[in-house]
């Protein structure tokens, strides 16, 4: 892409990003985000970093943390309005985690039995033990390099989330090569 596609690109408006209907559209123009070059002007104002997997006997509470586990068993309560919960654990310590309005199915799916995973989440500590409730990422270990990234933060608008708009920036960023200027 030379200097006049980029000028070209930057200047499009912002729905000939795939994921921008008519709803995220709108949601953007509320930011002011009407072309692609505001959405490039729209630096992120701090961000988390999920690169380094701690041990379960290091964890600390309040933290946003990324753990290496093995999904040790389920425990779905068959009373309503009461919490999924998945024992984890390494081979020394164990970690709760915990699922509010998820379905028994999506987590035997994400957390196979005996699978390792990685989990990334807030940790907080409840009836002495440590637990992470609805993570953020769960991925198999292969997959691990989805997750262990420095992940930008953004001020969003309501109904626009931290995905959808990274999303749409690496879309940008992948179309516009480093330039030597």
Do not use: A
């Not at 729209?42 to 999904?71: A, H, W």
């Not at 654990?89 to 709760?96: E, Q, S, W, Y």
């Not at 379905?103 to 799916?109: F, P, S, T, V, W």
């Amino acid at each position: 892409m030379n200097h006049l596609d980029i000028k070209d690109f930057v200047t499009q408006n912002i729905s000939i990003l795939s994921g921008v209907g008519n709803k995220t559209k709108k949601l953007l123009k509320n930011k002011g985000i009407e072309k692609i070059s505001d959405l490039l002007w729209n630096f992120p104002q701090g961000y988390t970093d999920r690169t380094n997997i701690q041990k379960l006997d290091k964890l600390e509470i309040g933290k946003i943390t990324t753990i290496n586990v093995k999904v040790l068993k389920y425990n779905f309560p068959r009373i309503r309005n009461l919490p999924n919960k998945v024992i984890c654990g390494d081979n020394i310590n164990k970690i709760d985690i915990i699922f509010f309005n998820s379905r028994e199915g999506y987590i035997r799916k994400v957390l196979p039995l005996n699978g390792q995973v990685i989990i990334s989440g807030k940790i907080n500590y409840y009836k002495n033990k440590y637990q992470i409730t609805n993570p953020d990422y769960i991925v198999p270990i292969e997959k691990k390099d989805y997750v262990e990234k420095i992940i930008p933060k953004y001020s969003l608008t309501e109904g626009l989330t931290e995905k959808i708009y990274r999303k749409l920036i690496e879309q940008v960023l992948i179309k516009i090569p480093n330039l030597e200027e």
